[in-house]
């Protein structure tokens, strides 16, 4: 299993450029998150998805649109990139949303650059 | 007000020595989960130890050990005999069962020394 991934790993953009970031995940979570990692921030969330159709606003959604059509993918879009958009951005997935250890596995992050 | 907040945030032991980083968290919910994630300069997140809200004992797993105090909203990592590759940073995460967030704390950088 690959568990989850993310596409691609580094992308340059121009500042009004658009981008779409992809996280693909084959373990069969129900859910699936976008986080933004800047230094000094921790992780924030930006969007997450709770099941196929569904997706709902995280601590700093602004800028960001997100879907989820399919189960194992979760897409991040960015319709007009700005500065403040550099960040190193991490796809998470987890089994359910219930109690117990519901433990998030991340993917290796994407390191965007908006210039 | 931050949900989740680690004071620490960098941390120095000697190789082979314990070391506790610090977390505390903020909440109403009674039910509620911990949670934390081992980061190193590679960039990628690993999970580490979970604590329910209900959970009576301290969990453990190896060389980590969290040490929860229900009242105090506290939840400390333990790492025992630290070893070189332990130097990452360190984060701290809570979800509470009536939302589907994560929230995060910003981190410990911990640096083992030889």
């Known amino acids: 299993n690959a568990g989850v991934t993310q596409t691609p790993k580094f992308r340059v953009l121009k500042t009004g450029q658009s981008m779409t970031l992809l996280c693909a995940q084959d373990?069969?979570?129900?859910?699936m998150y976008w986080y933004r990692q800047d230094p000094g921030m921790g992780l924030r969330l930006i969007h997450y998805?709770?099941?196929?159709?569904?997706?709902a606003k995280g601590e700093v959604p602004d800028g960001y649109n997100v879907s989820r059509l399919k189960k194992q993918n979760f897409l991040l879009g960015l319709e007009s990139a700005a500065p403040s958009q550099t960040s190193v951005y991490f796809c998470a997935s987890s089994r359910t949303g219930g109690l117990g250890n519901n433990e998030q596995f991340f993917g290796p992050g994407t390191r965007l650059t908006v210039l | 007000a931050q949900k989740i907040t680690q004071t620490q945030p960098g941390m120095f032991v000697q190789e082979k020595e314990a070391v506790t980083l610090d977390c505390t968290y903020d909440?109403?919910?009674?039910?509620?989960?911990l949670f934390w994630y081992k980061q190193p300069s590679s960039g990628e997140m690993i999970f580490l130890i979970y604590?329910?809200?209900?959970?009576?004992q301290n969990a453990t797993e190896g060389r980590y050990s969290l040490n929860f105090q229900k009242a105090r909203k506290s939840a400390n990592l333990v790492i025992s005999a630290s070893q070189l590759g332990d130097s990452a940073m360190y984060f701290c995460a809570m979800r509470e069962y009536t939302g589907n967030q994560f929230y995060f704390g910003t981190g410990t950088s911990l640096t083992v020394i030889p």
């Open positions: 373990m069969n979570h129900e859910y």
């Open positions: 604590q329910g809200s209900y959970d009576e």
């Open positions: 909440t109403s919910d009674q039910s509620y989960g």
């Open positions: 998805s709770v099941g196929e159709g569904t997706t």
